[in-house]
C-alpha cells in the first residue's frame, strides 16, 4: 500500500476486499504527542486536550495517510454530509461521503462503532459513527444510500455493490444498555433481540453493537461486511493499552477510521 510505511505499527490496516483505488485506516492511542489521559495520538478537539497536541496529531495523520482527513462535529444522530476539498472540520454530521480523490471520510470514535464503506468499483467512500442512537436513528441506512439506488436496482455500469467494514467498538461483553435501547432496534426489526441478552443487573441487557450493525448492513443488501466480529480484540473498554474507551475512562481521547480515494 502507497505510503503504508508511514503507518504507525500498532494501526489497524483494515482487511477487506477494497478495490485499488479505496485506502483505509483505522488509528490507535499510538503515534501522537499527547500526554495523559489523551496519550498518545488523540483527535478530538472537543475532549479537553491541548488544542497544540490535537493540531500536531491531525498533522501527524494526514501525512501518514496522504491525504485529508475531514472531522465532522459527532452529534450521535443520523445526518450525513458529502465532502469536498473545501470542506471545512466541524460539519455537523455523524456520516460523510466522498468521491474525489484525497477526501478522507473520517470518523472518531471512543466505543462507538466505526464503519466505512465502499462501492465495489472503488467510485465512492463512505464513513459512519455508528453508536447505538446513530445506529437505531438510521446512520447506516443514510450512508447506503448516498451510493445511490440499492441493488438489484441497475445503474449504466451494473449493480451497486457495496463493501464494508466494522471498526474497534465497545464489545457485547462490555455494553450495558436498559431495555428502551433494545426495544428502539426491535421496534425497528424484530431478530435484533438475538443481539441482547440479560446482563448482570436486573433489567439490563448486553447489546452487541457490530452484530446489530451488520444486521443492518446485510438488510440493504450489503452482502460483504468485514471486520469486527464482536470478540473482545476488538472491544475498546477491553483494550485500554490501544484504544480510547469514554465507558471506561471518562475523560479520554478519540481514534480515528477513515476512508478515501487515491
Known sequence: MPGAGAFDADWVVPDWPAPPSVR????????????????SLNLGDHVGDLSASVATNRRLLREAAGARPVFLGQVHGAELVQLTGDTPDGVLADACVADERGVACTVMVADCLPVLLCDRDGTRVAAAHAGWRGLAGGV???????????????????????????????????????????????????????????????????????????????????????????????????????????????????????VWRV
Do not use: M
Not at 24 to 39: F, I, K, N, P, Q
Not at 172 to 199: I, L, N, Q, Y
Not at 211 to 232: E, F, T
Open 24 to 39: 483505509a485506516l483505522c488509528t490507535t492511542r499510538a503515534g501522537g504527542v499527547s500526554t495523559g489521559a489523551y496519550d
Open 140 to 258: 447506516l441506512e443514510r450512508s447506503c444510500e448516498s451510493f445511490g439506488p440499492p441493488a438489484p436496482v441497475e445503474r449504466a455500469q451494473g449493480p451497486i455493490e457495496l463493501i464494508a467494514w466494522l471498526g474497534p467498538c465497545i464489545g457485547p461483553s462490555a455494553f450495558e444498555v436498559g431495555p428502551e435501547v433494545k426495544a428502539s432496534f426491535e421496534a425497528h426489526a424484530p431478530e435484533a433481540a438475538a443481539c441482547f441478552r440479560p446482563g448482570a443487573q436486573p433489567g439490563k441487557w448486553l447489546a452487541d453493537l457490530p452484530g446489530l450493525a451488520r444486521q443492518r448492513l446485510r438488510a440493504l443488501g450489503v452482502a460483504q461486511v468485514h471486520g469486527n466480529d464482536g470478540s473482545d480484540a476488538w472491544c475498546t473498554v477491553r483494550n485500554p493499552s490501544r484504544f480510547f474507551s469514554f465507558r471506561r475512562d471518562g475523560i479520554c481521547g478519540r481514534f480515528a477510521a477513515l
